[in-house]
């Protein structure tokens, strides 16, 4: 079977064009937080082009959705793809997307070549991938996979206080948030499609990265509790700053990550906020969100520990308060050996150049691999750069990326 017979990308590019045109922002600029009129009319559009494509649609309690090709096999389990289509605020029109609509576009792709699945083929977007309205990534796949229970959900906030109980009840879904949670063997194997939000495979002119391990993820919250005061009238030996205390904590972490010993070590501050924020008074309180990752599970947890240690010495040091939360310290996954050989083998029947590489960015197979054997397919992004209105994708990189993934589902679902 050639699967890259009957591949025009055009109508992925307008379906990419479309979907990224519903917005809460303008053009160029893409943001769908979950559950917001953004979200819910992506969600209604790229479940109309499910349906037109003949396959069966399904939503669970928090809106993962589920768009199957049945196999001459039903009973059999599926084999599975797909990714997210919410967005942070500010992002662009690639990221989960060309996973969500390049996957649907390889079923089309099957479809007119006349391939008949032995297994279902199901399309998987998953709920709040991004961490934009809870605080939490992969929201959807972490319940699937049990890694986050119904009890922690329900406890979920916004900003404004409001739960994800009242935000998925105005979303439309219902139901027990237990159903969630899928079991262990429900996908016979999992693929996911994405680009690499990174610049390697582009600076070395490879058409596709074979994903063997996803790093590991940890997040902690800090607050800082100092003494606020007058920034002229109170002086320099008396001073419990904040705001001071904060900043050595971020060169801490950033030292303890560069000091790991592995490239694959990394740690960041992405969230300061600073009481009462006003330039002649003092700060007296500081919160930090971290973020450290890596694929070696004991050396993320190094960097953690090494965290936890500058907290203490930098509050009895400065005579400040230091509380360090562990909000996530996920386990790394490794992708599976015998998805990898088929994709290297599509890949090679494709005439497509590739490398085996990490994902030092997380995605919900991460812990789609809690269920199932899971491997990701990552296509090349200009520049590296995601998360930014200029993220993009040639139509050459996502035409290789729909043709393997076409070729190993059909391998896999044979």
């Given at each position: 079977?050639?699967?890259?017979?009957?591949?025009?990308?055009?109508?992925?590019?307008?379906?990419?064009?479309?979907?990224?045109?519903?917005?809460?922002?303008?053009?160029?600029?893409?943001?769908?937080?979950?559950?917001?009129?953004?979200?819910?009319?992506?969600?209604?559009?790229?479940?109309?082009?499910?349906?037109?494509?003949?396959?069966?649609?399904?939503?669970?309690?928090?809106?993962?959705?589920?768009?199957?090709?049945?196999?001459?096999?039903?009973?059999?389990?599926?084999?599975?793809?797909?990714?997210?289509?919410?967005?942070?605020?500010?992002?662009?029109?690639?990221?989960?997307?060309?996973?969500?609509?390049?996957?649907?576009?390889?079923?089309?792709?099957?479809?007119?070549?006349?391939?008949?699945?032995?297994?279902?083929?199901?399309?998987?977007?998953?709920?709040?991938?991004?961490?934009?309205?809870?605080?939490?990534?992969?929201?959807?796949?972490?319940?699937?996979?049990?890694?986050?229970?119904?009890?922690?959900?329900?406890?979920?906030?916004?900003?404004?206080?409001?739960?994800?109980?009242?935000?998925?009840?105005?979303?439309?879904?219902?139901?027990?948030?237990?159903?969630?949670?899928?079991?262990?063997?429900?996908?016979?194997?999992?693929?996911?499609?994405?680009?690499?939000?990174?610049?390697?495979?582009?600076?070395?002119?490879?058409?596709?990265?074979?994903?063997?391990?996803?790093?590991?993820?940890?997040?902690?919250?800090?607050?800082?509790?100092?003494?606020?005061?007058?920034?002229?009238?109170?002086?320099?030996?008396?001073?419990?700053?904040?705001?001071?205390?904060?900043?050595?904590?971020?060169?801490a972490l950033e030292s303890a990550a560069k000091s790991s010993g592995a490239i694959d070590t990394v740690g960041t501050v992405g969230v300061c906020q600073v009481f009462p924020g006003a330039v002649n008074s003092i700060p007296s309180r500081v919160r930090l969100e971290t973020d450290i990752r890596d694929i070696d599970e004991m050396r993320r947890d190094g960097v953690i520990k090494a965290l936890r240690k500058a907290c203490e010495e930098i509050s009895a040091r400065r005579g400040v308060e230091v509380a360090a939360q562990q909000v996530n310290a996920?386990?790394?996954?490794?992708?599976?050996?015998?998805?990898?050989?088929?994709?290297?083998?599509?890949?090679?029947?494709?005439?497509?150049?590739?490398?085996?590489?990490?994902?030092?960015?997380?995605?919900?197979?991460?812990?789609?691999?809690?269920?199932?054997?899971?491997?990701?397919?990552?296509?090349?992004?200009?520049?590296?750069?995601?998360?930014?209105?200029?993220?993009?994708?040639?139509?050459?990189?996502?035409?290789?990326?729909?043709?393997?993934?076409?070729?190993?589902?059909?391998?896999?679902?044979?």
């Amino acid at each position: 079977m050639k699967a890259g017979a009957d591949l025009t990308i055009d109508r992925l590019l307008a379906e990419l064009r479309a979907l990224a045109a519903i917005s809460e922002a303008e053009p160029p600029v893409v943001t769908r937080v979950v559950f917001a009129e953004a979200d819910l009319r992506a969600r209604a559009y790229v479940k109309g082009l499910c349906a037109d494509a003949g396959l069966s649609v399904r939503e669970d309690a928090i809106g993962n959705t589920f768009a199957r090709w049945l196999g001459s096999e039903p009973e059999l389990a599926p084999v599975g793809t797909g990714s997210h289509i919410d967005a942070i605020p500010n992002a662009g029109s690639y990221d989960g997307t060309v996973g969500v609509l390049g996957a649907l576009e390889a079923i089309r792709v099957l479809q007119k070549l006349g391939f008949k699945p032995r297994r279902s083929i199901e399309l998987v977007i998953f709920t709040a991938e991004e961490p934009t309205r809870f605080g939490i990534g992969c929201l959807g796949s972490r319940m699937m996979a049990g890694v986050l229970s119904a009890e922690q959900a329900q406890a979920l906030l916004d900003k404004e206080g409001r739960g994800l109980d009242e935000w998925r009840g105005i979303a439309g879904f219902a139901g027990s948030l237990q159903s969630v949670r899928l079991g262990a063997g429900y996908f016979h194997q999992f693929i996911e499609l994405h680009i690499e939000q990174g610049p390697l495979l582009e600076s070395e002119g490879i058409d596709l990265g074979l994903v063997t391990h996803i790093a590991a993820p940890a997040s902690l919250r800090i607050r800082i509790e100092g003494e606020g005061g007058h920034a002229g009238a109170k002086l320099m030996p008396g001073r419990r700053d904040a705001l001071a205390a904060a900043a050595e904590l971020i060169l801490a972490l950033e030292s303890a990550a560069k000091s790991s010993g592995a490239i694959d070590t990394v740690g960041t501050v992405g969230v300061c906020q600073v009481f009462p924020g006003a330039v002649n008074s003092i700060p007296s309180r500081v919160r930090l969100e971290t973020d450290i990752r890596d694929i070696d599970e004991m050396r993320r947890d190094g960097v953690i520990k090494a965290l936890r240690k500058a907290c203490e010495e930098i509050s009895a040091r400065r005579g400040v308060e230091v509380a360090a939360q562990q909000v996530n310290a996920d386990p790394p996954a490794a992708c599976d050996a015998a998805i990898l050989a088929a994709l290297e083998a599509s890949a090679k029947a494709a005439g497509r150049s590739y490398k085996r590489m990490v994902s030092r960015a997380y995605h919900d197979s991460l812990f789609v691999a809690r269920l199932a054997p899971t491997a990701m397919l990552f296509i090349p992004c200009r520049g590296g750069v995601s998360h930014r209105p200029d993220e993009y994708a040639t139509p050459e990189w996502m035409g290789s990326g729909v043709n393997v993934l076409a070729r190993t589902l059909a391998t896999l679902a044979a």
